[in-house]
């Protein structure tokens, strides 16, 4: 997500070059929980087993330093819990 330019306004080519400052102008955020190999599923809805414990990293001074940690018992309080930490940083 670009930290100063709207969202309409980015291109493939805002992205490629972002790549050359290590994406200072963006807010990076990974989040890391277990899942199984989707190639060994038959139905998309067993990738993720619930109850999980989620991490969240963010993106700072070229390293990636942890956010926070939450335990999601649906894919509710995933989604949830993903779009607090990607709206946290920006306020």
Do not use: G, H
């Amino acid at each position: 997500m670009p930290k100063n330019l709207n969202k309409k306004d980015i291109t493939f080519d805002s992205i490629v070059n972002a790549r050359k400052n290590d994406f200072k102008d963006y807010l990076l955020i990974s989040f890391v929980y277990p899942m199984k190999n989707p190639d060994d599923v038959i139905n998309d809805d067993d990738q993720i087993k619930f109850p999980l414990t989620v991490t969240s990293y963010v993106r700072k001074r070229n390293k990636w330093e942890l956010q926070s940690q939450s335990i999601a018992n649906n894919l509710t309080e995933l989604s949830q819990y993903e779009i607090k930490c990607i709206y946290s940083p920006l306020n």
